[in-house]
């Protein structure tokens, strides 16, 4: 029964996209009515959906001909985050995006990049992948320049660059798999794979999906489009890309490809683990250095998207050589739940920084000051936020950097451990000169008479802070089982993935 | 059932305090009653829990796999008896905030903070699992930090400065944790058990030793004190740099450098070079402050010292020295603290150049301070002195020859506290009055007169009835007995000490009747002079210390930060995070380029080593 | 051999985006890379004189799977063509904007945003 309603969570956010467009020409209540409605039903529908795994055949053409949609652990943790942060995100538009003109055009490509993200999601087949990929990607690029400033549009041109190149080499990939397995559909060359023939023109092919994920997940040294492109953005839009865009076409394809397509070996887990570590230091060097908020935000994407990589490359690593399989899950755990905390606190810290701009007009941290007492929602939400990302106990940032970093040493990888903590450490430093710079100190003579922003868009922050405060509670035995588990389970059983979507279906 | 009880004091405190954030603005008072009244009851349930047998609960959260995490808490003798002080102080600080933060902006938030530090240190003190522990230390770093940040507009440099400092030592204490658990294949404390020797557990011991002694402050990572001092409220200077991180930063040492580990000589005596260093070099930068705070807070430091010598001997004496040191610093410290933050609320200043003549308008907090300043002194028979002379015995014990040195290190530390103490008597109490000290009336209200008075009392009580918590709860807890303690019997001292003064009082009282002077007011050239004129700061004296040739260069190396790990660690930072900046140069080819040579590398690995 | 030339059509692109400081040569830098994808694609389902991948009714289906090219690249080919003409008319769109706000073609003179 649930499984009809999955492809409404593509056709939800494409369908109102296009009537936004046609519709809400003249009235801007229309067109926020219409984007949140969208946001909200693919949360509801995506929370509805949350014990249903099964494989969605599109137009009664099975695999491999046809293409399906497959709902696992990992796509439907990443759809319930997507779907969470998209409704925040709108929910904060609405009083933010006044400062912006053609509403409607705004929100039809909000929602056709929040749709390619779930098609990317969901989606089974290879192909398919790289389009929804696309659809998400060329929707975000007209979203960063959607202010059309020297700025955004600088930042729009060098991520389009860039992205293009990262998409054109996924597409060689695609060729090349097909061209080496004869199949488009995921599960099917995992079937292949699962035999055991490695050969050089698939080596080759995962290396290009590597990099191609990697510029689309920003990881260094493929990063310089990120620092540029998600700052310029509007705040929300902000939100949206460092919060769910880079994980669900980067992280996510990469992880899914990597895992249950290619099939990982131990090289594979080797690059992970380097790009994963050289992600999180060189970002958050650069990080601390900022005095632009959201650009030093833009860093922190970097350098966290590193400890995802890095928790899950090293569980990869850990399974390709046979290691502790308790170990390789904790590890992986990790990864994946941090790729969930991230996204929410970081979308929070996005949020917050496009409160502080809407009241001060201003991003620099040099130009502010002492906004603790004028802006008391976004200056909780803002360090409950910053206590996450840092790592402090009790916040959600917390656990997962604390299951990276006991699954490194339990591997034995004490020097990983280390460098993990090192940064997070000095990602502390970071958020604690934004807190000191922003909400501290003396209030500057010229911001004297600004208020809190909108109470909506205080609604969204709050929303967020409290996933960042609650979020450690889903690694209790209980809803670890039907949230973080599957997802786990879902990489951990690699190419065994074939067998199962495919007898599924 | 009993044990049960464990949660109260950790829980409770949280609990409450997340309910003070929600209580509206309008509100008054409320907030001040329930801080009060929770500490009280966590006081109360610590006694009991002091007063049952070892009670254990355990309850399981999280396992999966070989990582777990359980609430795991138990209550071994030494942690519940420095747990009643800790929440002791909590009481007597949350009453004397209650005067002391009225009016202050931000006293809304500040209860919560209080509240949750208060939970954290009673999570530390009964937790037996380390990952348990490690949450409630970090709970009390971060409370530490909104704590300072309630203060002046200033205090946010102080704020940083102390989370990321011991951000720092919490990191490296979740990586020594880590080197634990690999050598031991567990998280529960009282089940670890072995000799640091070998790069790895060495290791383990450094990095736990650096989060203890960063807690604790000592030299070198002790820079995050002094600064917070400037424009923290002085109750949360008496509540947590002074009482509450001393008590866990030492606590944590005494675990790693007697349960935890069983240590070799060497690191013994890195820790003692620690200890001694710390002595000296803090009571040198406390003697030439000029803000009562700042000057305090570098005692505080100096103070570490001690305990730290004290333990690094690795004796059985110096280690309860250590401990107890640990206390009456704690208990003295705090007082010091509180009678400033009096003189502060009532002046209005802190500067010791802008006070004086106080000890007649503020009599119970001038003596309160005399006493708490005559046993951080360590002048027999107050507190200060039974302790440091533990230490020293234990220092002696150790036998071998450098010991010496340590000993001098101690005593001549111990001298330089005293004379920087007298500076700070008389600037403050004595002399004459200044533009700020004369519009004092009377003493603080009874809300912040009650506690500098029982901290008081506590250091006389403890400098004469020393054995008794010594030999009664000290030793014990740390699993040892002490045979001999030296020919110090305090409380007959104490009688003929009290027989001197008395005697000597009334010479001076007989001198005074028998002579007879005429006073007159100052004047030069027969005219009266303007009494501010003539005024002599106490500060004044010891400005020398500063243009003395070899010292001049140490003072102006520790003003331009060279001993500051803080700002040495900005500075390398700074350096990469510049580097990488230029490398960054806004021109699309050169990111495209790092790409194309990405790819290379990532092809000919793949190829190369498939 | 002729994959190679695919290869070396992908470089000539790569090299275009890389070493042009006009931004609309770096675009057309970025359509070469992308056909050179196409054409890769559209190789690999070819079969020398094969015939048209087209169903009539009155057809041996092994012989025609025996002689045909592969549809399937041909449709990718088709919607990845679709794409790549959306990305390049916003990158051109892009670029036009470009050029009012900073008066020039020029990438290394469009670097406001760095370190």
């Known amino acids: 029964m649930n499984m009809a309603l999955l492809p409404s969570m593509v056709a939800i956010p494409l369908g109102i996209a296009f009537f936004t467009y046609l519709l809400a020409r003249k009235s801007s209540i229309l067109a926020d009515i219409l984007g949140n409605l969208a946001t909200f039903s693919i949360l509801v529908i995506s929370i509805l959906l949350i014990k249903t795994r099964g494989v969605y055949v599109i137009g009664g053409w099975n695999p491999p001909i046809g293409i399906n949609w497959v709902l696992d652990g990992l796509s439907n943790l990443v759809l319930v985050v997507v779907a969470l942060i998209s409704f925040a995100a709108t929910i904060f538009s609405t009083r933010y995006m006044e400062q912006y003109t053609a509403r409607y055009k705004y929100y039809s490509l909000f929602l056709l990049m929040v749709g390619g993200m779930n098609g990317v999601i969901l989606t089974g087949d290879l192909f398919n992948l790289f389009v929804f990929l696309e659809v998400a990607s060329v929707a975000s690029y007209a979203l960063v320049a959607f202010g059309c400033n020297h700025e955004e549009l600088e930042a729009s041109f060098k991520y389009l660059v860039l992205s293009s190149i990262g998409s054109t080499l996924?597409?060689?990939?695609?060729?090349?798999?097909?061209?080496?397995?004869?199949?488009?559909?995921?599960?099917?060359i995992g079937g292949i794979m699962a035999t055991g023939n490695q050969n050089t023109i698939l080596t080759v092919a995962a290396v290009l999906f590597i990099v191609g994920f990697c510029i689309k997940a920003a990881l260094v040294p493929f990063h310089p489009w990120l620092p540029d492109a998600h700052p310029s953005a509007p705040a929300p839009i902000s939100a949206m890309l460092s919060g769910v865009l880079i994980k669900a076409l980067g992280v996510y394809a990469l992880f899914r490809i990597l895992f249950n397509v290619i099939g990982l070996n131990q090289?594979?887990?080797?690059?992970?683990?380097?790009?994963?570590?050289?992600?999180?230091?060189?970002?958050?060097?650069?990080?601390?250095?900022?005095?632009?908020?959201?650009?030093?935000?833009?860093?922190?994407?970097?350098?966290?998207?590193?400890?995802?990589?890095?928790?899950?490359?090293?569980?990869?690593?850990?399974?390709?050589?046979?290691?502790?399989?308790?170990?390789?899950?904790?590890?992986?755990l990790g990864g994946i739940f941090h790729l969930a905390n991230h996204a929410v606190f970081k979308s929070l810290l996005f949020l917050s920084s496009g409160s502080i701009e809407y009241s001060t007009g201003t991003r620099q941290l040099k130009e502010m000051g002492g906004l603790i007492s004028i802006m008391p929602v976004t200056r909780t939400t803002c360090s409950i936020a910053s206590l996450s990302i840092a790592g402090v106990p009790p916040f959600n940032g917390f656990w997962s950097k604390l299951l990276i970093v006991i699954a490194a040493i339990q591997a034995g990888f004490h020097a990983v451990a280390g460098i993990t903590i090192l940064v997070s450490f000095i990602t502390l430093i970071?958020?604690?000169?934004?807190l000191r710079y922003a909400f501290l100190g003396e209030l500057p003579e010229k911001l004297k008479n600004i208020k809190e922003s909108p109470a909506l868009m205080g609604v969204a922050q709050a929303i967020l802070a409290l996933f960042c405060i609650g979020m450690g509670l889903l690694l209790l035995p209980g809803p670890r089982e039907f949230l973080l588990e599957p997802a786990v389970n879902a990489l951990i059983q690699g190419v065994e993935y074939a067998r199962i979507v495919l007898s599924g279906s | 059932m009993s044990e049960n009880l464990l949660l109260v004091p950790v829980?409770?405190?949280?609990?409450?305090?997340?309910?003070?954030?929600?209580?509206?603005?309008?509100?008054?008072?409320?907030?001040?009653?329930?801080?009060?009244?929770?500490?009280?009851?966590?006081?109360?349930?610590?006694?009991?829990?002091?007063?049952?047998?070892?009670?254990?609960?355990?309850?399981?959260?999280?396992?999966?796999?070989?990582?777990?995490?359980?609430?795991?808490?138990?209550?071994?003798?030494?942690?519940?008896?420095i747990?009643?002080?800790?929440?002791?102080?909590?009481?007597?600080?949350?009453?004397?905030?209650?005067?002391?933060?009225?009016?202050?902006?931000?006293?809304?938030?500040?209860?919560?903070?209080?509240?949750?530090?208060?939970?954290?240190?009673?999570?530390?003190?009964?937790?037996?699992?380390?990952?348990?522990?490690?949450?409630?230390?970090?709970?009390?770093?971060?409370?530490?930090?909104?704590?300072?940040?309630?203060?002046?507009?200033?205090?946010?440099?102080?704020?940083?400065?102390?989370?990321?400092?011991?951000?720092?030592?919490d990191a490296c204490l979740l990586m020594g944790v880590g080197i634990l658990w690999f050598l031991n294949r567990t998280f529960v404390i009282s089940d670890i058990n072995l000799p640091a020797e070998g790069w790895l557990p060495v290791l383990a011991f450094l990095l736990l030793m650096v989060g203890s002694?960063?807690?604790?402050?000592?030299?070198?990572?002790?820079?995050?004190?002094?600064?917070?001092?400037?424009?923290?409220?002085?109750?949360?200077?008496?509540?947590?740099?002074?009482?509450?991180?001393?008590?866990?930063?030492?606590?944590?040492?005494?675990?790693?450098?007697?349960?935890?580990?069983?240590l070799g000589y060497s690191l013994g005596l890195v820790l003692m070079i620690i200890g001694a260093v710390t002595i000296i070099a803090a009571v040198m930068f406390a003697m030439v402050q000029h803000e009562l705070p700042k000057l305090l807070s570098y005692h505080a430091v100096s103070q570490v010292g001690y305990m730290v010598l004290g333990i690094g001997t690795l004796t059985p004496i110096g280690i309860v020295g250590g401990l107890f040191h640990m206390l009456n610093n704690s208990i003295y410290k705090s007082c010091l603290f509180l009678c400033g933050g009096s003189v502060e609320k009532k002046s209005g200043s802190n500067e010791l150049g802008d006070l004086g003549g106080l000890s007649r308008s503020m009599p119970i907090t001038f003596i309160t301070a005399l006493i708490a300043a005559l046993a951080i002194s360590g002048i027999p028979p107050l507190n200060g002195f039974a302790s440091k002379w533990l230490v020293y015995q234990g220092v002696l014990e150790t036998g071998k020859g450098g010991s010496f040195i340590f000993l001098i290190a101690a005593m001549f530390g111990s001298a330089l506290t005293l004379a920087s103490f007298i500076k700070v008597i008389y600037s403050v109490f004595l002399g004459q009055k200044s533009k700020y000290t004369e519009k004092v009336t009377g003493d603080s209200g009874f809300a912040m007169v009650f506690p500098v008075v029982v901290l008081a009392i506590l250091c006389l009580f403890f400098g004469i009835f020393y054995r008794f918590p010594v030999e009664q709860f000290i030793a014990p807890g740390v699993g040892v007995s002490l045979t001999p303690m030296g020919i110090w019997e305090s409380p007959?001292?104490?009688?003929?000490?009290?027989?001197?003064?008395?005697?000597?009082?009334?010479?001076?009282?007989?001198?005074?009747?028998?002579?007879?002077?005429?006073?007159?007011?100052?004047?030069?050239?027969?005219?009266?002079?303007?009494?501010?004129?003539?005024?002599?700061?106490?500060?004044?004296?010891?400005?020398?210390?500063?243009?003395?040739?070899?010292?001049?260069?140490?003072?102006?190396?520790?003003?331009?930060?060279?001993?500051?790990?803080?700002?040495?660690?900005?500075?390398?930072?700074?350096?990469?995070?510049?580097?990488?900046?230029?490398?960054?140069?806004?021109?699309?080819?050169?990111?495209?380029?790092?790409?194309?040579?990405g790819i290379i590398v990532l092809l000919c690995l793949s190829i190369f080593l498939l | 051999m002729i994959y190679t030339l695919c290869f070396v059509l992908f470089l000539i692109g790569l090299y275009c985006a890389i070493t042009k400081k006009n931004i609309v040569k770096i675009v057309i830098g970025l359509t070469l890379m992308e056909y050179s994808a196409n054409l890769f694609l559209i190789l690999l389902g070819y079969r020398k004189g094969g015939v048209a991948p087209i169903v009539s009714e009155n057809m041996n289906i092994t012989e025609f799977l025996a002689t045909s090219v592969d549809p399937l690249p041909q449709a990718l080919v088709l919607t990845s063509i679709v794409i790549g003409l959306g990305v390049t008319t916003l990158a051109i769109a892009i670029c036009i904007r470009l050029y009012e706000k900073y008066g020039t073609f020029d990438i290394t003179e469009i670097r406001r945003l760095k370190g």
């Open chain 1, 267 to 332: 090289l594979y887990g080797t690059l992970l683990i380097v790009l994963g570590l050289l992600s999180m230091t060189v970002g958050v060097f650069l990080a601390v250095g900022q005095w632009d908020f959201k650009r030093l935000l833009a860093y922190h994407s970097i350098s966290q998207m590193g400890y995802v990589i890095l928790g899950v490359g090293l569980g990869g690593y850990i399974l390709a050589t046979g290691g502790s399989s308790s170990v390789a899950a904790l590890a992986i």
């Open chain 2, 83 to 169: 747990l009643l002080f800790a929440t002791g102080f909590g009481l007597l600080i949350s009453l004397f905030s209650a005067s002391y933060m009225a009016g202050k902006e931000r006293y809304k938030e500040y209860y919560g903070y209080f509240l949750f530090a208060l939970g954290g240190t009673a999570g530390v003190f009964l937790a037996n699992h380390f990952l348990l522990f490690l949450i409630f230390w970090e709970m009390v770093t971060a409370s530490l930090y909104f704590l300072i940040t309630t203060g002046e507009p200033r205090a946010r440099e102080g704020a940083t400065k102390s989370f990321a400092m011991i951000g720092a030592s």
């Open chain 1, 170 to 188: 996924v597409l060689f990939g695609v060729a090349f798999v097909y061209g080496a397995t004869g199949y488009l559909n995921m599960a099917s």
């Open chain 1, 430 to 434: 970071s958020f604690l000169k934004v």
């Open chain 2, 492 to 597: 007959l001292a104490t009688i003929l000490l009290i027989a001197g003064i008395a005697l000597g009082l009334i010479i001076y009282w007989i001198g005074r009747a028998m002579r007879s002077v005429r006073t007159a007011d100052t004047f030069v050239g027969g005219e009266k002079i303007e009494a501010e004129t003539i005024r002599v700061e106490g500060t004044y004296f010891y400005d020398t210390i500063k243009e003395l040739p070899l010292m001049e260069k140490f003072y102006l190396s520790e003003e331009k930060g060279h001993f500051d790990l803080y700002i040495l660690f900005g500075k390398l930072r700074a350096w990469i995070t510049g580097a990488l900046q230029f490398l960054h140069n806004g021109i699309l080819s050169t990111y495209l380029s790092w790409s194309l040579l």
């Open chain 2, 213 to 262: 002694i960063t807690k604790a402050g000592a030299v070198p990572m002790h820079t995050w004190i002094p600064t917070a001092s400037e424009g923290a409220p002085a109750s949360v200077m008496a509540y947590l740099p002074a009482a509450l991180d001393k008590l866990l930063g030492i606590y944590l040492l005494v675990m790693i450098s007697t349960k935890i580990f069983v």
């Open chain 2, 11 to 81: 829980f409770l405190p949280i609990a409450v305090g997340v309910l003070v954030f929600f209580i509206p603005k309008m509100v008054k008072g409320v907030r001040e009653a329930l801080s009060l009244l929770t500490a009280a009851i966590a006081f109360v349930v610590v006694f009991l829990i002091f007063r049952m047998e070892e009670s254990h609960l355990f309850i399981s959260i999280i396992e999966i796999g070989d990582f777990n995490l359980h609430l795991d808490l138990l209550s071994a003798p030494l942690a519940s008896f």
